[in-house]
Protein backbone atom coordinates (compact mmCIF):
# COMPACT_ATOMS: atom_id res chain seq x y z
CA UNK A 1 0.00 0.00 0.00
CA UNK A 2 1.92 3.18 -0.68
CA UNK A 3 -0.31 6.46 0.14
CA UNK A 4 -0.17 9.96 0.10
CA UNK A 5 -1.62 12.10 3.53
CA UNK A 6 -2.37 15.56 1.63
CA UNK A 7 -3.29 18.57 4.09
CA UNK A 8 -2.58 22.17 5.47
CA UNK A 9 -0.52 22.10 8.82
CA UNK A 10 -2.41 20.94 11.40
CA UNK A 11 -4.84 19.48 9.63
CA UNK A 12 -4.49 16.05 11.54
CA UNK A 13 -2.05 14.25 8.96
CA UNK A 14 0.39 13.28 11.58
CA UNK A 15 -2.15 11.99 13.70
CA UNK A 16 -4.06 10.26 11.13
CA UNK A 17 -0.91 8.66 9.75
CA UNK A 18 0.08 7.12 13.10
CA UNK A 19 -3.52 5.09 12.66
CA UNK A 20 -3.36 4.04 9.03
CA UNK A 21 0.24 3.06 9.67
CA UNK A 22 -0.14 0.78 12.12
CA UNK A 23 -3.85 -0.67 10.52
CA UNK A 24 -1.53 -1.71 7.28
CA UNK A 25 2.02 -2.45 8.77
CA UNK A 26 3.79 1.00 6.70
CA UNK A 27 6.42 2.95 7.56
CA UNK A 28 5.25 6.73 8.25
CA UNK A 29 7.57 8.94 6.50
CA UNK A 30 7.32 12.61 7.23
CA UNK A 31 9.84 14.90 5.40
CA UNK A 32 9.11 17.57 8.24
CA UNK A 33 9.96 14.61 11.12
CA UNK A 34 12.99 14.03 8.50
CA UNK A 35 14.07 17.76 8.52
CA UNK A 36 13.78 17.99 12.10
CA UNK A 37 16.03 14.91 12.93
CA UNK A 38 18.39 16.76 10.58
CA UNK A 39 18.09 20.21 12.71
CA UNK A 40 18.10 18.23 16.09
CA UNK A 41 21.65 16.72 14.89
CA UNK A 42 23.12 19.91 13.78
CA UNK A 43 23.73 18.62 10.36
CA UNK A 44 25.12 20.46 7.53
CA UNK A 45 21.39 20.17 6.11
CA UNK A 46 19.83 20.80 9.28
CA UNK A 47 21.91 23.84 9.85
CA UNK A 48 20.74 25.32 6.34
CA UNK A 49 16.89 24.36 6.64
CA UNK A 50 16.51 25.63 10.24
CA UNK A 51 16.03 29.36 9.97
CA UNK A 52 13.87 28.59 6.35
CA UNK A 53 11.65 26.30 8.45
CA UNK A 54 11.13 28.62 11.50
CA UNK A 55 9.73 31.11 9.28
CA UNK A 56 7.00 28.66 7.37
CA UNK A 57 8.03 28.49 4.60
CA UNK A 58 9.39 25.35 2.55
CA UNK A 59 12.70 24.27 2.35
CA UNK A 60 14.74 23.75 -0.84
CA UNK A 61 13.46 20.73 -3.42
CA UNK A 62 16.47 19.51 -3.96
CA UNK A 63 17.02 18.84 0.00
CA UNK A 64 13.48 17.35 0.10
CA UNK A 65 13.98 15.42 -2.55
CA UNK A 66 17.39 13.95 -1.80
CA UNK A 67 16.00 12.87 1.61
CA UNK A 68 12.96 11.48 0.66
CA UNK A 69 14.25 9.18 -2.47
CA UNK A 70 17.09 8.06 0.00
CA UNK A 71 14.18 7.10 2.36
CA UNK A 72 12.43 5.20 -0.03
CA UNK A 73 15.03 3.26 -0.71
CA UNK A 74 15.44 1.91 2.71
CA UNK A 75 13.91 -2.24 2.80
CA UNK A 76 10.87 -1.21 4.95
CA UNK A 77 9.68 0.54 2.08
CA UNK A 78 9.11 -2.47 0.06
CA UNK A 79 5.67 -3.31 1.80
CA UNK A 80 4.36 0.27 1.02
CA UNK A 81 4.58 3.40 3.00
CA UNK A 82 2.78 6.62 3.86
CA UNK A 83 4.24 10.10 2.94
CA UNK A 84 2.96 12.54 5.13
CA UNK A 85 4.03 16.10 3.87
CA UNK A 86 5.40 15.10 0.60
CA UNK A 87 4.58 15.89 -2.21
CA UNK A 88 3.99 19.74 -1.37
CA UNK A 89 4.14 21.10 -4.89
CA UNK A 90 3.49 19.78 -8.18
CA UNK A 91 7.35 19.08 -9.32
CA UNK A 92 7.45 17.40 -6.06
CA UNK A 93 4.60 15.34 -7.29
CA UNK A 94 6.21 14.91 -10.99
CA UNK A 95 9.04 13.96 -9.28
CA UNK A 96 7.28 10.66 -7.86
CA UNK A 97 6.40 9.91 -11.23
CA UNK A 98 8.98 10.13 -12.95
CA UNK A 99 10.79 7.46 -10.51
CA UNK A 100 8.05 5.31 -11.27
CA UNK A 101 7.02 5.44 -7.86
CA UNK A 102 2.87 4.27 -7.74
CA UNK A 103 0.75 5.48 -5.42
CA UNK A 104 -2.55 3.55 -4.50
CA UNK A 105 -4.36 6.66 -2.73
CA UNK A 106 -4.64 10.43 -1.46
CA UNK A 107 -6.17 10.99 1.37
CA UNK A 108 -6.74 14.65 1.73
CA UNK A 109 -7.55 16.12 5.17
CA UNK A 110 -9.23 19.62 5.03
CA UNK A 111 -10.08 22.16 7.96
CA UNK A 112 -10.56 25.79 7.92
CA UNK A 113 -7.99 28.13 8.33
CA UNK A 114 -9.25 29.69 11.92
CA UNK A 115 -9.40 25.66 13.46
CA UNK A 116 -5.59 25.22 12.54
CA UNK A 117 -4.77 28.37 14.25
CA UNK A 118 -6.62 27.37 16.94
CA UNK A 119 -5.07 23.90 17.09
CA UNK A 120 -1.65 24.80 16.40
CA UNK A 121 -0.94 26.60 19.74
CA UNK A 122 -1.95 23.77 21.99
CA UNK A 123 0.14 21.20 19.60
CA UNK A 124 2.82 19.49 21.78
CA UNK A 125 5.46 17.11 20.18
CA UNK A 126 7.21 13.43 21.19
CA UNK A 127 10.78 14.62 18.79
CA UNK A 128 12.00 11.29 18.94
CA UNK A 129 9.35 9.37 17.40
CA UNK A 130 7.41 12.35 15.85
CA UNK A 131 4.51 11.42 18.15
CA UNK A 132 1.85 13.92 18.67
CA UNK A 133 -0.41 15.23 21.48
CA UNK A 134 -2.71 18.50 21.72
CA UNK A 135 -2.84 19.95 25.70
CA UNK A 136 -6.63 19.88 25.36
CA UNK A 137 -8.45 17.55 22.55
CA UNK A 138 -5.66 14.64 22.50
CA UNK A 139 -3.49 15.04 25.92
CA UNK A 140 -0.99 12.72 27.37
CA UNK A 141 -1.02 10.91 29.92
CA UNK A 142 1.23 12.89 32.70
CA UNK A 143 1.55 16.48 31.00
CA UNK A 144 4.27 17.18 29.05
CA UNK A 145 5.53 13.78 28.92
CA UNK A 146 5.49 11.31 26.12
CA UNK A 147 3.52 8.51 26.86
CA UNK A 148 5.29 6.01 25.65
CA UNK A 149 9.15 6.78 26.73
CA UNK A 150 8.20 8.91 29.70
CA UNK A 151 10.41 11.69 27.81
CA UNK A 152 9.71 15.57 27.99
CA UNK A 153 7.47 16.93 25.18
CA UNK A 154 8.08 19.64 23.45
CA UNK A 155 6.31 22.63 21.46
CA UNK A 156 7.56 23.36 17.75
CA UNK A 157 9.29 26.42 17.12
CA UNK A 158 6.79 27.03 13.74
CA UNK A 159 3.64 26.34 15.97
CA UNK A 160 3.78 30.23 16.77
CA UNK A 161 0.54 32.37 15.50
CA UNK A 162 2.39 34.30 13.14
CA UNK A 163 4.30 31.45 11.66
CA UNK A 164 1.48 29.62 11.47
CA UNK A 165 -0.18 32.48 9.00
CA UNK A 166 3.03 32.02 6.91
CA UNK A 167 2.71 28.26 6.40
CA UNK A 168 -1.05 28.47 5.61
CA UNK A 169 -0.01 30.84 3.17
CA UNK A 170 2.52 28.38 1.34
CA UNK A 171 0.01 25.94 1.65
CA UNK A 172 -2.38 27.87 -0.10
CA UNK A 173 -0.09 28.97 -2.52
CA UNK A 174 2.25 26.39 -3.31
CA UNK A 175 0.70 22.65 -2.02
CA UNK A 176 -3.10 23.20 -2.55
CA UNK A 177 -2.93 23.69 -6.46
CA UNK A 178 -2.06 19.53 -5.87
CA UNK A 179 -5.67 18.95 -4.65
CA UNK A 180 -7.09 19.61 -8.34
CA UNK A 181 -4.15 18.16 -9.85
CA UNK A 182 -4.37 14.42 -8.57
CA UNK A 183 -8.34 14.82 -8.82
CA UNK A 184 -7.73 15.29 -12.46
CA UNK A 185 -5.25 12.39 -13.02
CA UNK A 186 -6.51 10.26 -10.36
CA UNK A 187 -9.84 10.84 -9.54
CA UNK A 188 -10.46 6.99 -8.86
CA UNK A 189 -7.90 7.31 -6.15
CA UNK A 190 -8.31 10.55 -4.78
CA UNK A 191 -10.14 10.61 -1.18
CA UNK A 192 -11.56 13.71 0.84
CA UNK A 193 -12.48 13.86 4.74
CA UNK A 194 -13.13 16.87 6.71
CA UNK A 195 -10.36 17.53 9.49
CA UNK A 196 -12.92 18.51 12.03
CA UNK A 197 -14.33 16.01 14.62
CA UNK A 198 -12.99 13.41 16.72
CA UNK A 199 -10.19 11.48 16.06
CA UNK A 200 -11.55 8.31 15.92
CA UNK A 201 -14.34 9.16 13.80
CA UNK A 202 -12.15 10.70 10.89
CA UNK A 203 -9.75 7.64 11.18
CA UNK A 204 -13.08 5.32 10.82
CA UNK A 205 -14.20 7.36 7.23
CA UNK A 206 -10.81 7.54 6.34
CA UNK A 207 -10.47 3.77 6.44
CA UNK A 208 -13.83 3.29 5.10
CA UNK A 209 -13.21 5.34 1.65
CA UNK A 210 -9.87 3.44 1.45
CA UNK A 211 -11.38 0.35 1.72
CA UNK A 212 -13.67 1.55 -1.27
CA UNK A 213 -10.72 2.68 -3.13
CA UNK A 214 -9.18 -0.46 -3.04
CA UNK A 215 -11.89 -2.34 -3.56
CA UNK A 216 -12.20 -0.99 -6.75
CA UNK A 217 -8.49 -1.02 -7.57
CA UNK A 218 -8.51 -4.95 -7.07
CA UNK A 219 -12.21 -5.34 -9.56
CA UNK A 220 -10.30 -3.42 -12.21
CA UNK A 221 -7.12 -5.32 -12.15
CA UNK A 222 -9.65 -8.57 -11.71
CA UNK A 223 -11.27 -6.90 -14.99
CA UNK A 224 -8.27 -6.25 -16.61
CA UNK A 225 -6.76 -10.18 -16.12
CA UNK A 226 -9.98 -11.66 -16.80
P1 LIG B 1 5.52 19.25 8.52
O1 LIG B 1 6.19 18.70 9.70
O2 LIG B 1 5.12 18.34 7.41
O3 LIG B 1 4.30 20.12 9.03
P2 LIG B 1 2.87 20.45 8.39
O4 LIG B 1 2.51 19.86 7.08
O5 LIG B 1 2.86 21.91 8.46
O6 LIG B 1 1.93 19.67 9.24
P3 LIG B 1 1.89 19.58 10.78
O7 LIG B 1 2.85 18.54 11.26
O8 LIG B 1 2.03 20.95 11.37
O9 LIG B 1 0.39 19.18 11.01
P4 LIG B 1 -0.41 17.82 10.83
O10 LIG B 1 -1.35 17.94 9.68
O11 LIG B 1 0.54 16.64 10.81
O12 LIG B 1 -1.27 17.87 12.15
P5 LIG B 1 -1.14 17.04 13.51
O13 LIG B 1 -1.60 15.64 13.29
O14 LIG B 1 0.20 17.26 14.14
O15 LIG B 1 6.44 20.39 7.84
C1 LIG B 1 7.12 21.36 8.61
C2 LIG B 1 8.02 22.18 7.70
O16 LIG B 1 8.99 21.33 7.06
C3 LIG B 1 7.33 22.90 6.55
O17 LIG B 1 6.78 24.14 6.95
C4 LIG B 1 8.51 23.06 5.56
O18 LIG B 1 9.35 24.12 5.94
C5 LIG B 1 9.28 21.76 5.74
N1 LIG B 1 8.86 20.70 4.79
C6 LIG B 1 8.31 19.50 5.11
N2 LIG B 1 8.05 18.79 4.00
C7 LIG B 1 8.45 19.56 2.95
C8 LIG B 1 8.40 19.38 1.55
N3 LIG B 1 7.88 18.26 1.00
N4 LIG B 1 8.88 20.37 0.75
C9 LIG B 1 9.40 21.50 1.28
N5 LIG B 1 9.45 21.75 2.61
C10 LIG B 1 8.98 20.77 3.44
O19 LIG B 1 -2.28 17.79 14.36
C11 LIG B 1 -2.13 19.13 14.77
C12 LIG B 1 -2.65 19.31 16.22
O20 LIG B 1 -4.07 19.06 16.24
C13 LIG B 1 -2.05 18.28 17.21
O21 LIG B 1 -1.88 18.89 18.45
C14 LIG B 1 -3.11 17.17 17.29
O22 LIG B 1 -3.08 16.49 18.54
C15 LIG B 1 -4.40 17.95 17.10
N6 LIG B 1 -5.44 17.20 16.41
C16 LIG B 1 -5.29 16.31 15.38
N7 LIG B 1 -6.49 15.83 14.98
C17 LIG B 1 -7.44 16.47 15.75
C18 LIG B 1 -8.87 16.43 15.81
N8 LIG B 1 -9.58 15.66 14.97
N9 LIG B 1 -9.50 17.22 16.72
C19 LIG B 1 -8.79 18.03 17.57
N10 LIG B 1 -7.42 18.10 17.56
C20 LIG B 1 -6.75 17.33 16.66
Known amino acids: ?54 EGKLVPEEIVNS ?19 YPRTISQAELLETNGILIDA ?30 IYQPPKNPEIDDITQEPLIQREDDKEETVRMRLQVYHQQTEPLIAWYQKRSPNKYIQV ?16 LGSVMEKRDGDRHINQG
Open 1 to 54: MQLILLGAPGAGKGTQAEFICKQFGIPKISTGDMLRVEIAARTPIGQKVQGIMA
Open 106 to 135: IIEIYISDEDIIKRLSGRRIHPQSGRTYHI
Open 67 to 85: LLMARLKLPDCKKGFLLDG
Open 194 to 209: EGEGAVNSICDQIMQK
